[in-house]
């Protein structure tokens, strides 16, 4: 049963009890200059005022990122910012409340009345709570600057402070106008993921909200005076926070879970092992838009309908066997995809997808595959192996030849150096084959791994995507040299008749 907001508020009230016990720990004997030089460098470094004064909130050190906002912002008293961090970052616990905190203690106070934003109320209400939290219960806080409580409480979605400070929650859409302290009109405006997936899909909508965040809602500024500042993470193209990043003079800055180095972004708290482990339990189309700002759209070109699974020839039936490469050299998180495609072409034109490889692998596991592959095939048919050509081509083929060397047997692998049309237009042509029906995975791989992250990077291809498509651009890569062989026209791919499908 939902409970009313006063019946939260007294359980709040309860819990705080336990977290002014443990912050009144902290009290120390000190001297009157000791406590000065302690506010005193609080007020100038922003991350020894968060390890200082709330431990128990923020548990992880300040990455480099959240220091350099806090400076900016409070560097910026008109500031027009985006911060678009992805999820897990403390975006709602840095900017939402304690970048105001610092704001309210420095020498000459930043702001008089704060607006805090969300998708809807009880949201916004939410942020409010842990604000007051801090100014009524943060012991040591209260012990170096002052009482703070005046009147109010969140659970109204407003309070007040002793040197007053006003603080009041909105939910999107609601009026904001007359919103006013006094004479003082809103002069810091946090807007805390306002978007939400439902309204998302509404393009109309998504122009109604942004709409009322720039007018109304930034119109209870007094002529704009005060920060305006918008965080949260990209969960669609069309949204809120990616309108507002695009307008003139917003300061737009963009922390992805890895950095362009395939590294934790907030190294303070995050291991690159958990996150590949979280990458692969969610999904590449689930991690991109959470965790690196980067949402896509299933099925934007393919579509799951038009994934077929059947059964495979014997191999001695097909036209032809290709297995086609398409390498990379780095293994980090961030690296191209290994993809190794083994297909054959029927007699009546369809693409046989027999084995996936794909993977952000070293260049040994991959060679590894080409020999699994030849020991499967077992000498029942020929099978002609390439790989894309590229700057690192020599390089990898050395690896190749190296272990040929060990083994005793070399993988016949030929260089492809043809040059290849844009590679969307390439991958984006393959879309006809698979909506009728041409393209057929065998059924017996449908769980391995390299063809899951063959169906993920095919459902994920759009235009305009830092998404990977190695597997697409070898499965591409690999018909094309099948088709050659069936080729009777100019065209790209196989002049195919109408006949039954037969697998």
């Not at 009880?122 to 012991?139: F, G, H, I, S, T």
């Not at 490469?325 to 027999?354: E, M």
């Not at 596991?365 to 592959?373: D, G, L, N, S, V």
């Not at 083994?407 to 150096?417: N, T």
């Amino acid at each position: 049963m939902d409970i009313t907001r006063t019946e939260q508020y007294k359980q709040w009230q309860a819990e705080m009890k336990h977290y002014q016990n443990l912050t009144a720990k902290r009290h120390i004997t000190e001297t009157k200059a000791q406590q000065e030089r302690r506010k005193k460098r609080a007020r100038k470094d922003y991350a020894y005022f968060v390890e200082t004064y709330f431990p128990d909130t923020a548990r992880s050190k300040c990455g480099k990122f959240q220091v350099e906002a806090a400076e900016y912002i409070l560097k910026h008293k008109n500031a027009r910012a985006v911060f678009e961090w992805a999820r897990g970052h403390a975006k709602s616990t840095h900017l939402g409340v304690l970048v105001p905190l610092w704001l309210k203690i420095q020498d000459e106070r930043q702001f008089n009345t704060m607006v805090v934003v969300s998708k809807s109320e009880d949201a916004a209400v939410r942020l409010l709570a842990d604000l007051q939290q801090q100014l009524a219960y943060n012991e040591l806080y209260i012990h170096d600057f002052g009482t703070q409580m005046k009147s109010g409480n969140w659970a109204e979605g407003e309070f007040i402070t002793a040197d007053n400070c006003y603080f009041v929650a909105l939910g999107r859409g609601q009026s904001p106008r007359g919103l006013k302290n006094d004479s003082h009109r809103p002069d810091f405006i946090l807007i805390d993921d306002i978007d939400d997936d439902q309204m998302c899909k509404n393009p109309q909508r998504v122009a109604d909200a942004t709409e009322w965040v720039l007018s109304a809602l930034f119109g209870t500024m007094e002529a704009g005076r005060g920060r305006f500042i918008l965080v949260g993470n990209k969960i669609a193209k069309n949204s809120i926070l990616a309108n507002v990043s695009e307008r003139p003079n917003v300061f737009h800055t963009i922390v992805n879970i890895l950095d362009k180095d395939g590294k934790p972004t907030w190294k303070e708290n995050y291991k690159l092992k958990e996150v590949q482990e979280m990458r692969q339990m969610m999904g590449e189309r689930n991690f991109e838009k959470e965790y690196m700002n980067n949402p896509l759209v299933e099925g934007a070109i393919f579509l799951q309908k038009h994934i077929i699974y059947g059964p495979i020839l014997p191999l001695r039936q097909y036209r032809k066997v290709v297995c086609y490469t398409d390498p990379s050299f780095k293994s980090s998180a961030t690296a191209d995809y290994k993809a190794t495609v083994l297909a054959g072409v029927t007699s009546d034109g369809h693409f046989h997808i027999i084995k996936v490889y794909a993977d952000q692998t070293s260049v040994s596991a991959m060679i590894e595959w080409h020999y699994e592959i030849m020991r499967w095939i077992a000498g029942r048919v020929p099978v002609q192996f390439y790989m894309e050509s590229n700057f690192m081509q020599d390089l990898i083929l050395d690896e190749f030849r190296k272990a040929g060397d060990n083994a005793g047997i070399h993988i016949p692998i030929i260089g492809d150096s043809r040059k290849k049309p844009d590679k969307f237009a390439r991958i984006e042509s393959m879309q006809p084959l698979f909506e009728r029906g041409l393209v057929v995975i065998n059924e017996l791989e449908k769980q391995s791994n390299g063809v899951k992250i063959l169906i993920e990077q095919l459902l994920m291809f759009q235009h305009g995507s830092h998404s990977h498509d190695d597997a697409p651009d070898a499965l591409e890569s690999c018909i094309w040299m099948l088709s050659r062989t069936c080729r009777t026209n100019a065209s790209h791919y196989v002049k195919i008749s109408r006949s039954t499908r037969r697998y």
